[in-house]
């Protein structure tokens, strides 16, 4: 219990303190939404070299390369980006790991329908798996945004 | 025992100590470094008041590294998360009031 008692304004003036402190967390937190965006732009950077190929199954060693960079570019700036990070709410951080696992599962789902309906088929076009990839990030995108209108 | 000061809580009216939980209650963790760049305060003093939110049970320490570097975690305890929203709740009270009784702060 309190001895001295604020005023009303002093009491005021501590409520605003209290939520400019809270938006600073909230502020710091999207750079999760940073990092899901990260990990979509490398998928989706995949996905569009992966397209451009006349077989996507057959590669070869310059578009190989070319994709290997980008993940292992892409993968070392998100870990980076990660180690920076400050501060992080229990919302942000929940969010980003659901946002995280629902597309684990959801391309999965995309990728396993793809080749069910022979929609990868060697025989159909190499945007096909551009397509598939841009449907696949989906929830990436959705959690992004979930967590930055905090 | 009804006035709204009756529920808040001592430490937490030390202005340091209550933006220190203030920015803890909206995170889940916080680095050392981070409370201190945004509460505005040395290194020493952020410590000191720290150590005062830690011995009451309110806040937890959490040391660990990144490489070779150091970096402290902190964390607000349930029950620093119970006292702060007591303490939230009372001020909110006092900040509606319109002040009879409440405005007087002893000398």
């Known amino acids: 219990m309190s001895e001295s008692t604020p ?9 605003t303190e209290a939520n400019t402190q809270a938006v600073q967390v909230h502020r710091v937190d999207h ?18 070299l992966m397209s451009t190929l006349p077989d996507p199954r057959r590669g070869g060693p310059v578009i190989g390369s070319a994709i290997l960079a980008v993940m292992v570019v892409g993968l070392v700036g998100l870990v980076v980006v990660f180690l920076r990070i400050r501060a992080y709410s229990r919302t942000g951080i929940l ?3 659901a946002g995280v696992g629902t597309f684990s599962l959801w391309n999965g789902i995309v990728v396993g329908v793809s080749i069910a309906t022979r929609w990868l088929a060697s025989t159909q076009p190499s945007y096909h798996f551009g397509i598939s990839v841009v449907v696949a990030v989906i929830p990436l995108f959705v959690a992004a945004w979930l967590i930055w209108r905090r | 025992m009804s006035h709204p000061r009756h529920a808040l809580d001592d430490l937490l009216g030390h202005p340091v100590r209550f933006s220190v939980t203030a920015l803890l209650a909206a995170a889940s963790k916080v680095e050392f470094s981070f409370v201190r760049d945004h509460v505005e305060v040395t290194d020493s003093m952020l410590s000191k008041q720290v150590s005062t939110l830690e011995q009451a049970g309110y806040v937890k320490v959490d040391k ?3 490489g070779k570097r ?31 009784g409440a405005a007087v702060r002893p000398s």
């Open chain 1, 7 to 15: 005023t009303p304004l002093e009491a005021q003036a501590a409520l």
């Open chain 1, 31 to 48: 750079q999760l939404g940073w990092i899901v965006l990260g990990i979509a732009a490398i998928y989706l950077a995949v996905g569009a």
């Open chain 1, 95 to 97: 969010l980003y790991f």
């Open chain 2, 64 to 66: 660990g590294f990144v």
């Open chain 2, 70 to 100: 150091g970096r402290t975690w902190l964390s607000l305890t349930r029950e620093g998360r119970r006292t702060f929203e007591r303490h939230l709740g009372a001020l909110r009270e006092i900040a509606q009031s319109d002040g009879a």
